[in-house]
């Protein structure tokens, strides 16, 4: 075989496997970038199947129970326009200093059964954080 011949099925293996690498890394961040973005009852009316990446937005009601170790809570989120509707919520970890009932919450992660894991739990900030009319003007 010829140097000429070697050099080319070098330079197209490298090139098939650098091909092959790009498409790859493309294919995962395209496939774990999907998440869908619904309030609750959104989420409840969507089959859990296909929720198994999501970000849910509503209102933490007053049921949070919080585990011994100090670490996570399970809750109940509820729609913002409607109340009425809420779905289960178990977050394990660090919870934000702002998380207590009645807080607006931003929820990812998935539907296992009937029930949301969610693997980041956000709260948005409240209007005591805001400036009060006096120190606007």
Not at 34 to 37: A, D, E, L, R
Not at 108 to 115: L, N, S, Y
């Given at each position: 075989?010829s140097t000429?011949?070697?050099?080319?099925?070098?330079?197209?293996?490298?090139f098939a496997l650098f091909?092959?690498?790009?498409?790859?890394m493309l294919?995962?961040?395209l496939?774990e970038g999907?998440?869908?973005?619904l309030?609750?009852?959104?989420?409840?009316?969507m089959?859990?199947?296909k929720?198994?990446?999501?970000?849910?937005?509503?209102?933490?009601?007053?049921?949070?129970?919080?585990p011994?170790n100090?670490?996570g809570a399970?809750f109940t989120l509820?729609d913002?326009?409607?109340p009425?509707?809420?779905?289960?919520?178990?977050?394990r970890g660090?919870?934000?200093?702002?998380?207590?009932?009645?807080?607006?919450?931003?929820v990812?992660?998935?539907?296992?059964?009937?029930?949301f894991?969610a693997?980041?739990l956000?709260?948005?900030?409240?209007?005591k954080?805001?400036?009060?009319?006096?120190?606007?003007?």
């Open positions: 075989m000429k011949k070697k050099n080319l099925s070098v330079y197209l293996t490298a091909a092959g690498g790009a498409l790859f294919w995962s961040a496939s999907t998440m869908y973005h309030n609750v009852s959104e989420a409840v009316a089959p859990s199947e929720l198994k990446s999501a970000r849910l937005f509503g209102v933490a009601a007053d049921d949070i129970v919080r011994e100090g670490l399970s509820l913002l326009e409607h009425e509707k809420g779905i289960r919520v178990h977050y660090v919870l934000p200093d702002t998380f207590d009932k009645g807080a607006e919450v931003i990812e992660g998935r539907m296992e059964g009937a029930d894991n693997k980041t956000m709260t948005k900030c409240p209007s954080y805001e400036k009060s009319n006096r120190e606007k003007a």
